[in-house]
């Protein structure tokens, strides 16, 4: 019996929508450990968005139909700071699938740089949403899967590129503002 994977249009749907997430991040190269809690807001774009055409453009992407664009901002709280100030920030998201699995996502800053990066993506056979981004020093890799359907998990791993060690690891449990859904 085969599995329907889900594809990468199906998996940007379930996940629009405003989430509460509670992270623990681990860094191995200083031995801490930080709690943070965040709200975040997942949004589609259009294509013709001017955020995402300057992306487009910059990244050499070019326009493409099967483009999909999305927003993410949040605002976070973190335990790693004695005065908890709120930060807050946002990225864009290019998801160019290469067939129904499988493709390229465009960040205007990247996870671990702040830089334009390009990434690989793959839906697994989980229905599980893997991320694989090399930098100039570093590899991120990141799943977000569903528990259910108001319940994601994310884990991410960041890894030395020179010699492949784990810096830091990172789980988040995102829970969907529910009240803030539409008919």
């Given amino acids: ?69 999305i927003s993410i901002s949040w605002q976070a709280i973190s335990d790693w700071e004695m005065d908890q100030k709120i930060e807050k920030d946002k990225t864009i998201l290019l998801f160019s699938p290469k067939d129904k699995n499988k493709g390229i996502v465009i960040r205007n800053k990247g996870y671990s740089e702040s830089v334009i990066v390009s990434s690989e993506y793959l839906i697994d056979g989980n229905n599980n949403l893997n991320i694989k981004t090399v930098y100039s020093t570093t590899i991120s890799e990141e799943r977000i899967c569903f528990l259910s359907t108001h319940i994601r998990s994310r884990f991410s791993v960041i890894r030395n590129l020179e010699n492949n060690t784990v810096i830091q690891t990172s789980h988040a449990s995102e829970i969907r503002n529910i009240s803030t859904l539409r008919d």
């Fill in 1 to 69: 019996m085969t599995k329907n994977l889900i594809t990468i249009n199906e998996f940007i749907r379930k996940s629009l929508g405003e989430w509460k997430s509670i992270r623990s991040t681990h860094s191995l190269a200083f031995q801490e450990v930080e709690n943070s809690s965040s709200r975040i807001l997942i949004q589609e774009l259009e294509i013709n968005n001017k955020n995402v055409v300057e992306l487009l453009e910059k990244s050499n992407l070019g326009f493409k139909p099967s483009v999909i664009a």
